[in-house]
Structures are given as structure tokens and as C-alpha cells.
């Protein structure tokens, strides 16, 4: 049997005091913190978060495959097409479902898409949704171990040019993955991000501290996402909706004694815009916002809503 | 390496002697929530690695976190409303990262056993003195914090050695004598309590902590819906409840609430803990009642059956 000793500092623990074990951002329980009223009364803000992926044919895979990326040896058409769906047929279908239910969706988009698909970009642009940035494209990961100044120049890259093609002025952040390097956050705060939604640690806002001030961590829950459900749970789209019902049922009923909460999904016109698929996201859609307490908002007006109330 | 761990011997599960517990239960029942830190950037272990990605590992990480933050009052709360005292499989070292969570379950009577210092810190690779060294810590650490003499042990990220059981109750009876250190929830072979063999002989049993109800086990490696997994926690009820009208059995739910506190998620737990606390022959115990309850009262004869069956086999 090998028995590779262990170093004398694996019995130690540097870290083992009150609250975090990082300096990124403070230790508290979610219930201990002043209740949030969004407006109207409303007591579950209604995110509706789009991914538009690009997925690059000749993906690099560096540091590791991204989910949902190439799987197969060069050319892997099929799963670059089917993503390719998504942001042709699938998208379409949504802005259809959203515009029925008066959803304000949210799109994370990659840049590169942008940069390759002027029409899907000017039909969000002029539907006058927000956008955030969702990285340079899905093979551009950010990681530990990076070498800075390729990161930095990523994210100047990204940044840079959506907020061009936009006219938006980009606030928001979501990394490809939610695949960070220890100073990700420090370079989006750096080059104007206001809010990034990588960490899944909360289900509210929250601060999160860089050398540039803090940044809001905002609540994308993963463990909604229709990739995470159906494509890596190898859940029923059918389930998909009824766990979201779930969820948001469990949240207006918090949300009545512990002030405002927050339903976020995280969805892909790659999953969830398919024909046999899509009746699903209506089904969810319809429900949630068929509740009087559901408030359907973009990201940034429900970080502008909960910055309100830290007065 | 040992081709069997030597802890029991085979005990086939008809025809024990039979069990009851309090006020004539078939069933005891107990709820496992594993309260647990795991570090940002823990120092590397050559046998496990504890992240899938290099430093930082931003989506395990996070979402840990979240137990802690949101999740952990959810569960409390909902247990609270079923009359439920959980025994918290406990990295000890929150005891300093967040008291607020030991202090609120201290208040609720809850037991608190051992689940080591961090769940990123695995046992491969230590030596018996720093293993030793590791559990005295989390044992100290409990009692320090909370005034308890730990019972029972689940070793960090079920990261073992060949001595942990062995390296557990002897630093609990140092400590704490015939008070401390008399339960395993690292044995998955049986659906009752049994005696277990250690080297200084000492009376300890493993009691049942089903892997198969682990919320993370079913949503994290068996992936399933939310209701699926409800509905199997009814069943192993229904099935352990009929089969303890013979002879006692146990129903653990190990839980985590970064799992089964989601809001999508917890709606199909209440359920089940509904349905199975308005059985009448329910006993609603912690891990360290029924081990005591059944040390008391039948570990005995469970001693004398297994070695009169071993003798005629």
C-alpha cells in the first residue's frame, strides 16, 4: 500500500477563525440580514436569465472542456450545430414565450456571438433588453493559473467591443463556466463591471470585496439551469417546469416573512428552444407569472431595487 | 491491504434476536444533517484532490457556501416543525468559522458527532499519530464549543485508514470514557444496529446511515428529480417500518443542506418527513439514543446470537 506521507501543514490550519476563509467577502446567514422590499410590494423578484453561446468547432479545451462544448474528435458538427440551433430557431421561440408572459429577460451573451450575429444582436437591441457579458465565447475560459495579461486583454476584449456593438453600457457579468482565476473579479471591476453572477453562494445579493471597491454578487442559481437539469441531471424537461414551480411556490411563501427573494433562471435556446421542449418553458413562465407576488425585472433593476433598500 | 476491514461477521438478517425500542417503536428514526466547510484552497492531499478545477474552484466552493448561508435555517426550521433534533455530522472547524449555526442548534438540543475538521482534509496519507491528532482536535473542538461528549464519528469526505474506527474510540475514551466514542455511521452493510470489533475491545456499535437515502448521493451521483427522491424516502420508510413490526429497525436520512434546502428541493423532503413522523410506532431519536438504547439493551445478546450462529454455521 502506498502511503505518501503527508506534509506537517496538512494538521494545520492557517485559516480557522471567525467568518470566511477569504477576505473576498464577509460571513453571514442570509436570515440575519434586513429584509429586502422590492417594488410594489412584490415579494419574489423573476430573473429570466438567457445564455447566448457561441461554441467555437476548434475548441481548445483549456483547462478543461467547457459543459456543453466539443466532445468529439474534430469537426464535432454535431454538437457545434446543435448549439448553432439555439441562437437560429430556438432563441426566436423564446422571444415569442417571454413577450406572452411579460417576461424582462436578461441575455448573457458572448461577445463573439454578438460580433458574428448582428441581426440576433440588433432584435435584442432594439427589444431594448438588458445585456450582460458572458465572456469572450464558451471556449475563452477564465482559470487558475492563467497568465494575467491574457486575462486581462480577454476581458478588455469582451468588454470592449459588446458594449460597442450594444450601445449598452454592460454592468453585468457572467463567465463562461462561472469559471473564475483569483483576480477575475478584480479585472471586471476594473473595467466598469458592476455586478457578476459566478458565485452561487447566496440567494440574494451581496457584496464582494476587490481592490477597485466591491463589486454585487448577484444570485444565478446553477442548480435551476435548464443544462444543469436536463442535460446533466438527465431530468424531463417536464420536470424541469415542475421544479421550478416548486421553487418559486417555496419563495413567495418566504419571501412573506423574510422579505424580498429572488427566482432566478438561467436558460439556453440550445435546450430549452427545442420544438419538444419549449411548451415546458411556457408552462414554468405561465405559472410563475400568473402569482401576484412575482415581480419579473431584468438583473440590473433588481440590483438597483436591492441597492434601494441598503440605504 | 486487508481483504475484509474484520469490523463484523457475517449476521444474516432473519432471525436475530428481536429489537424494541421505546415505547414499543419499530422503528427509530433519525435525521443526519452533515453541517460542513470546505476550503477555498485546502492544501493538496496526493491521494484525492479536492476540486475539479485549479484555485480558485468557484462553482464547489459557492455552492457549499450556500448550505451554510441560506440553506441551513431552512432545514432547521423544517425539522423544527416535525419535532426532529438532528445529529449534525460536523466539521468541526465551523465551530469557529460560523458558532451562530453551532449556538442555534445547541439551543434545539441537537447532538453534534464528528465528521473531522474540514471536508477537505482526507485522511489518505496520514500516519495513525496525525489521524489520532485530527480526530483528538475535532473531539476537543465539539466538547469546547458545545459541551458534548461526541458519540459518534463519520470520517471526513468518508476518507478512511485501516484504524479509523480503532484511532476514534480510543481518543474518545481518553477523553471522555464510556461517554464519548461508541458509534460508526462509516459501515453501510446493515439496516440495524451491530456490534463492532475493534482492537481494545471497547462496546461500539455501527448504527445505519443510509447512503442510499443521502441527498447527495441520490441528487449529486444518482441525479434525480427532487419528487423521485421523496418518494424513495417513503418508501425505505414503508418497507423498514413493515419489517420492524419483526424486529426494530432504523431509518437515518443523512442530508446536506446545500442539497436538500434548494428551493426546488425541499418541498418533496418536508413531505416525507411529514408522512413518516405520523406513523404511531415511530420512535424520532438522535444517533447517539440509538446507539445507547441499543448498547443498553441488546448488543448483548446480538454478541451471543452471532457467535452461536458463527459456531453452528
Known amino acids: 500500500m502506498s502511503h505518501s506521507e503527508l506534509d506537517k501543514d496538512y494538521l494545520q490550519y492557517p485559516q480557522r477563525t471567525y467568518g470566511m476563509d477569504h477576505d473576498r467577502y464577509d460571513w453571514s446567514m442570509l436570515k440575519d440580514r434586513p429584509k429586502i422590499n422590492w417594488p410594489q410590494g412584490k415579494g419574489v423578484a423573476f430573473w429570466v436569465n438567457v445564455g447566448l453561446q457561441f461554441f467555437p468547432l476548434n475548441q481548445k479545451g483549456i483547462p478543461f472542456k467547457v459543459p456543453g462544448g466539443m466532445t468529439k474528435p474534430y469537426p464535432d458538427l454535431r454538437h457545434y450545430s446543435l448549439r448553432d440551433y439555439g441562437n437560429r430557431v430556438g432563441i426566436y421561440r423564446f422571444l415569442k414565450t417571454f413577450d406572452k408572459y411579460d417576461i424582462k429577460p436578461t441575455f448573457a451573451v458572448n461577445t463573439k456571438l454578438a460580433e458574428r450575429t448582428p441581426y440576433l444582436l440588433n432584435k435584442i437591441k432594439d427589444r431594448g433588453d438588458e445585456m450582460i457579458c458572458h465572456g469572450y465565447h464558451m471556449d475563452t475560459l477564465h482559470y487558475g493559473g492563467q497568465d494575467p495579461d491574457e486575462e486581462a486583454e480577454l476581458i478588455k ?52 470585496r476587490t481592490p477597485q471597491g466591491h463589486l454585487t454578487a448577484m444570485p444565478l442559481s446553477t442548480e435551476l439551469e435548464d443544462y444543469h437539469i436536463i442535460l446533466h441531471n438527465q431530468h424531463s424537461a417536464e420536470s424541469w417546469a415542475e421544479q421550478v414551480c416548486d421553487a418559486c ?52 433593476e433588481i440590483l438597483t431595487a436591492w441597492k434601494d433598500n441598503q440605504a | 491491504m486487508k481483504e475484509d476491514p ?14 424494541e425500542w421505546p415505547n414499543g417503536a419499530q422503528l427509530a428514526f433519525w435525521v443526519a444533517p452533515n453541517i460542513e466547510f470546505y476550503e477555498l484552497n485546502p492544501p493538496p492531499n496526493p491521494h484525492r484532490s479536492p476540486w475539479p478545477q485549479p484555485h480558485p474552484a468557484v462553482p464547489g ?34 465551530c469557529d468559522h460560523h458558532p451562530e449555526i453551532i449556538k442555534m442548534c445547541h439551543e434545539r438540543q441537537w447532538e453534534f458527532f464528528s465528521h473531522g475538521i474540514y471536508n477537505t482534509r482526507y485522511t489518505y496519507g496520514m500516519t495513525e499519530a496525525q489521524e489520532r491528532e485530527m480526530i483528538k482536535d475535532s473531539l476537543e473542538s465539539i466538547h469546547k464549543h458545545t459541551g458534548q461528549k461526541c458519540a459518534g464519528y463519520l470520517a471526513p469526505a468518508l476518507s478512511h485508514s485501516e484504524l479509523t474506527l480503532d484511532l476514534f474510540a480510543e481518543v474518545a475514551s481518553e477523553m471522555f470514557g464510556e461517554d464519548g466514542g461508541f458509534y460508526s455511521c462509516d459501515l453501510f452493510h446493515d439496516d440495524q444496529p451491530t456490534p463492532i470489533r475493534l482492537r481494545q475491545g471497547k462496546r461500539f456499535v455501527s448504527i445505519p446511515y443510509s447512503l442510499e437515502m443521502n441527498d447527495t448521493i441520490a441528487y449529486l451521483v444518482q441525479k434525480v428529480p427532487p419528487r423521485q427522491y421523496g418518494k424513495a424516502l417513503k418508501e425505505n420508510f414503508d418497507r423498514l417500518y413493515q419489517e420492524g413490526a419483526e424486529s426494530g429497525t432504523v431509518m437515518c436520512i443523512p442530508t446536506h443542506n446545500y442539497q436538500v434546502s434548494c428551493a426546488h428541493r425541499i418541498k418533496a423532503y418536508e413531505e416525507a418527513l411529514e408522512y413518516i413522523t405520523g406513523h404511531s410506532n415511530v420512535w424520532v431519536a438522535t444517533g447517539r439514543e440509538i446507539a445507547s438504547y441499543y ?19
Open chain 2, 61 to 94: 466552493y459557492s455552492i457549499r457556501d450556500w448550505g451554510n448561508r441560506v440553506g441551513h435555517i431552512r432545514q432547521m426550521e423544517l425539522l423544527e416543525k416535525y419535532g426532529i433534533r438532528g445529529s449534525i455530522s460536523l466539521s468541526t472547524a465551523l
Open chain 1, 249 to 300: 411556490d417555496f419563495l413567495i411563501k418566504e419571501s412573506s416573512t423574510e422579505g424580498g427573494r429572488i427566482l432566478s433562471i438561467n436558460i439556453h435556446p440550445w435546450v430549452l428552444g427545442q420544438p419538444h421542449r419549449i411548451a415546458q418553458l411556457e408552462k414554468a413562465l405561465e405559472y410563475v407569472t400568473s402569482k401576484s407576488e412575482v415581480w419579473p425585472a431584468y438583473a440590473g
Open chain 1, 157 to 208: 476584449r469582451a468588454l470592449d467591443s459588446l458594449r460597442e456593438l450594444s450601445g449598452q453600457s454592460i454592468n453585468g457579468w457572467l463567465s463562461p463556466a462561472k469559471s473564475e482565476s483569483a483576480t477575475t473579479p478584480d479585472l471586471l471591476a476594473a473595467h466598469g463591471i458592476s455586478y457578476f453572477c459566478d458565485w452561487v453562494n447566496d440567494e440574494m445579493p451581496y457584496p464582494f
Open chain 2, 295 to 313: 448498547l443498553e439493551h441488546y448488543y448483548e445478546d446480538a454478541l451471543n446470537d452471532i457467535t452461536a450462529k458463527s459456531i453452528t454455521a
Open chain 2, 6 to 19: 474484520g469490523y463484523y461477521d457475517y449476521w444474516p438478517y432473519e432471525n436475530r434476536p428481536k429489537i
